[in-house]
């Protein structure tokens, strides 16, 4: 139906394949605290892959009346919480799947109009013995159920921007919804908690938002939940162990979501993994891209193709690694209105395309799964400079193992002339364009720029992953118009190579540098042990 006052809860814990996920209860935990001081409406936005609905189910299985979540529950680190038996399976829970109705139904008002028909529905089947007022005024019907009963509801909202996906320009119907939700949930005796989920914040409308008394954690403003978006490190590290998976391998497939906490003292700083991707990867015991289970490049493609000032630019930066600066706060929450690229990045950091970096106020593309998704979308665009330097970085990578300087000189020559979209005017354009040459080098290697040596920073690293440690690890050094000889040097004379201290082998020491007056790369390589 959609909605739902007994959903079987035992029956999704035990299908769940599952002791994966089971572990992802602080959710609640924070939830209970959330309750506790009378906050009590809460929008979490993140992208599909991360488990929201898991998550609702969840909080459904725990909140029930008339179930006894116990053997779910008593064993994981909610029960330690001052608030567990306050809370467990104290109150009349209704779960709803927006993108249900909007699925059945061809506009707004035939939306509503069910979402409510069911509602009722549900509950004037639950609670026979109650006298209704008004069976056909959902908010009339909540009313008479909480005077009779004096038990409070957990309204639990799944997907509750689709149609702010679905029905991108259609104004109206948007700020109709948005109305509705606030009529129904605000200042209501009847609800105890009010938790929706889903990819966008909300709709802002002017200076104000039609549902202002929702606290909101996002993608780039996840406070205090931000540990439990998706799996931490560690929890991703414990399943690798668990399913004998190489975590380093998982780190550079799925790593690179940094999601940051405030509190008075220090900003905490949480790696978080994509749960869906995790899960994938140890199930199959194989990893590789599993976004595209969940959503197509197309929806990539349709943003990043967008002729807004230096996007393109910005897009080709970040495929070489390269971290952006944005602002977050012109985004108007939506899927159409763009003022600027800054709103384009920020849609995609909440879309999960991206991740945002709330100290730098930057984005970057966070791990391989994704840069493949882009590689995907850029393929099928008319960017073929950059498809094409990314396709010849396979050759680029074999000439520098062989110690063939001209090839790679020729490689790195091409990849210039390919991506034009650079202004090639300093170092760190220099530096992109050799991030973005070496670009299949993340198949073998973990690539490292501004390492931080005690002398100095080397330019590019570039340490091979424990499955490839037959390659050689890699330091690079870039000069701008300057002696090719001198940057093999410098990398001696600073000791670039020290900063390398876990790592034993072969190591090639490159030099590159650009001459603006023959407009030519030089390149020069030399082999050492460590």
Not at 116 to 133: M, N
């Amino acid at each position: 139906m959609g909605s739902y006052l007994n959903p079987g809860n035992k029956g999704f814990w035990e299908s769940l394949n599952s002791e994966i996920y089971i572990d992802k209860t602080g959710l609640i935990e924070k939830t209970n605290a959330v309750i506790d001081t009378r906050q009590k409406f809460i929008c979490v936005s993140r992208p599909r892959r991360f488990g929201k609905s898991m998550a609702a189910d969840m909080l459904a299985a725990y909140y029930e009346r008339g179930e006894d979540s116990s053997s779910m529950f008593d064993s994981l680190k909610i029960s330690n919480a001052d608030s567990y038996q306050i809370h467990k399976n104290k109150y009349d829970v209704l779960k709803v799947n927006i993108q249900e109705f909007l699925s059945m139904t061809h506009n707004m008002d035939d939306m509503l109009s069910m979402l409510q028909k069911y509602i009722i529905f549900d509950l004037q089947e639950h609670f026979e013995g109650v006298h209704f007022r008004d069976e056909n005024n959902l908010i009339q019907v909540m009313k008479d159920i909480y005077n009779k009963t004096k038990c409070s509801f957990v309204i639990l909202i799944d997907e509750w921007d689709c149609l702010f996906r679905e029905y991108k320009q259609d104004h109206s119907a948007q700020k109709k919804y948005l109305d509705f939700l606030r009529v129904w949930l605000k200042d209501k005796d009847y609800v105890a908690l009010a938790y929706m989920t889903g990819i966008l914040p909300i709709k802002k409308y002017g200076s104000h938002s039609a549902l202002n008394m929702f606290t909101e954690y996002s993608m780039t403003d996840p406070g205090k939940l931000a540990e439990y978006f998706g799996f931490t490190e560690k929890e991703t590290f414990d399943l690798c162990e668990k399913y004998q998976m190489n975590f380093e391998e998982a780190k550079g497939w799925y790593d690179g979501y940094k999601l940051i906490a405030n509190n008075q003292s220090e900003n905490i700083c949480y790696s978080i993994y994509n749960p869906k991707s995790v899960v994938e990867a140890m199930q199959r015991h194989k990893f590789g891209t599993y976004w595209n289970q969940t959503e197509t490049y197309e929806a990539l493609k349709i943003y990043i193709q967008m002729d807004m000032d230096g996007l393109k630019d910005s897009v080709v930066r970040m495929l070489a690694g390269d971290a952006i600066k944005i602002n977050v706060g012109t985004f108007s929450n939506d899927m159409t209105t763009f003022a600027t690229k800054d709103d384009v990045l920020t849609l995609l950091v909440h879309l999960g395309y991206l991740t945002y970096d709330s100290v730098n106020e930057t984005v970057k593309i966070p791990n391989n799964e994704v840069a493949q998704e882009y590689m995907n979308a850029i393929s099928t665009m008319n960017w073929h400079g950059v498809a094409d330097s990314v396709e010849a970085s396979k050759r680029l990578l074999e000439a520098l193992w062989r110690l063939d300087e001209e090839a790679v000189a020729d490689g790195i020559e091409k990849a210039h002339e390919e991506v034009s979209v650079l202004q090639y005017n300093d170092e760190n354009a220099l530096s992109c364009t050799i991030n973005l040459a070496f670009y299949f080098a993340r198949e073998y290697y973990t690539i490292i720029r501004e390492l931080p040596t005690g002398k100095g920073f080397a330019d590019i690293c570039m340490i091979p992953r424990k499955m490839h440690l037959d390659k050689p690890a890699v330091v690079i050094e870039l000069k701008w118009d300057k002696d090719i000889i001198g940057a093999l040097a410098q990398i001696k004379e600073k000791q670039y190579v020290d900063a390398l201290e876990d790592y034993s082998g072969n190591i090639l020491l490159v030099g590159i540098n650009y001459d603006r007056k023959t407009k030519k790369h030089q390149c020069m390589i030399e082999s050492v042990n460590k």
